[in-house]
């Protein structure tokens, strides 16, 4: 089956559909497969952006960034304005289900305590944005 999606309820379309952004856009849609959540609501942002940020950790990155010629991790706005974002990608796993497979499949090349750190410090790090507070990341 085809991947299919649709950002028509996100913020601003055209910001999404631009240079860059449609780059991390594109990257995301298809990163919904990869993190078992099949969109990005209010309630599940902060859940999402965690998963993407711990499989950034195993693959050193997620968008390529042509400034530093070098791949990075996306930040938490990156996932804010893309709230709204939907696709097909439909799965039932819980979270445990899902690092289970994500360790099986790199647990050889990174440790299970570091793929934990990157899940936890991206939650935290929201925590200390919502906050208002300054974030080292």
């Known amino acids: 089956m085809a991947l299919s999606w649709d950002i028509t309820k996100c913020a601003d379309i ?10 991390k856009t594109e990257g995301i ?6 993190v078992d959540l099949h969109s990005i609501t209010e309630d599940n942002a902060i ?9 950034s950790t195993v693959y050193n990155g997620f968008f390529y960034d042509k400034e530093t010629n070098q791949y990075v991790a996306p ?6 304005i893309r709230i709204g974002l939907h696709t097909n990608a439909y799965s039932k796993n819980t979270f445990n289900q899902w690092f289970k497979r994500i360790e099986k499949v790199h ?11 990157a899940y936890y410090s991206a939650k935290v790090e929201v925590e200390q944005i919502t906050k208002g507070e300054t974030v080292n990341a």
């Open 14 to 23: 055209e910001l999404l559909q631009s240079g860059v952004e449609w780059n």
């Open 29 to 34: 849609i298809h990163s919904t497969m990869s």
């Open 47 to 55: 859940e999402f952006y965690a998963r993407l940020k711990l499989l």
């Open 75 to 80: 930040t938490f706005e990156d996932i804010q």
């Open 107 to 117: 647990g050889k090349n990174i440790s299970q305590n570091k793929m934990l750190a």
